[in-house]
């Protein structure tokens, strides 16, 4: 059983353009959560997605930031117009289908996110 | 979300055992202990959980005493591959969203 995928790994920006980050759950995984880490931080928490649905956005910025999680295809975080303070490595989890979601988390190994 | 304290670093030499202790005053009734391991350029990975008592598994043990207002990862015989970042969370069971804190940065030498 495949582990949380993420890609790219590496994805450098220059300021202005956009940027598609991509995250494929575990398989029955209908849960999935982003995280941003800055450099020598903890993560925080953006976005909780269920399948075609937005659990939880709180953390997420309130420009320029969006999630989605379609009923086919991977969950994308996508930021517009990027800025120098975006980069980052940005996580994406998943855990199977329990009600209210799950506090153990599968974590993808991250994309990091490089605005020049 | 409960807020969680825990040392910012801690050093250990290979086989012996490490504990780290989070502090959770504000615990509410309906929350969980997890923690995470990280190494460098991963994401995190999820070690172990308890509401209560002890709990043990094939990495760690977690130890919670009655009044539930800290616990104390105990990772036995540790070696150079237990170096990485430990994070203490509290999370009410019907949510997914974790606040991760600064972790605790642990660092085994021979």
């Known amino acids: 059983n495949a582990g949380v995928m993420q890609n790219p790994r590496h994805l450098v920006r220059r300021r202005g353009q956009e940027a598609r980050l991509r995250c494929s759950p575990m398989?029955?995984?209908?849960?999935v959560y982003w995280y941003r880490q800055l450099p020598e931080e903890g993560l925080k928490f953006m976005v909780y997605?269920?399948?075609?649905?937005?659990?939880?956005e709180s953390g997420m910025p309130k420009e320029r930031f969006s999630a989605e999680f379609p009923k086919e295809g991977p969950s994308i975080l996508r930021i517009q117009q990027v800025v120098r303070g975006d980069s980052a490595a940005y996580f994406c989890?998943?855990?199977?289908?329990?009600?209210?979601?799950?506090?153990?988390?599968?974590f993808g190994p991250g994309t990091r996110l490089t605005v020049t | 979300l409960a807020k969680t304290t825990q040392p910012i670093s801690m050093d250990s030499y290979e086989g012996q055992e490490v504990n780290i202790t989070c502090s959770h005053n504000?615990?509410?009734?309906?929350?969980?202990i997890t923690w995470y391991q990280q190494f460098p350029s991963q994401g995190p990975r999820f070690i172990i959980q308890?509401?209560?008592t002890k709990v043990t598994n094939e990495v760690a043990s977690l130890f919670i005493p009655a009044d539930r207002k800290s616990s104390t990862l105990s990772l036995p015989r540790v070696s150079l591959s237990d170096t990485a970042v430990y994070y203490c969370?509290?999370?009410?069971?019907?949510?997914?969203?974790?606040?991760f804190g600064a972790g605790t940065q642990v660092v085994v030498t021979p």
């Open positions: 989890a998943s855990s199977p289908p329990v009600a209210g979601g799950s506090y153990e988390q599968y």
């Open positions: 398989k029955g995984h209908s849960h």
């Open positions: 997605l269920q399948k075609e649905n937005i659990i939880d």
């Open positions: 504000n615990i509410a009734t309906n929350d969980y």
């Open positions: 308890g509401y209560k």
């Open positions: 969370l509290v999370a009410s069971g019907s949510w997914g969203k974790l606040q």
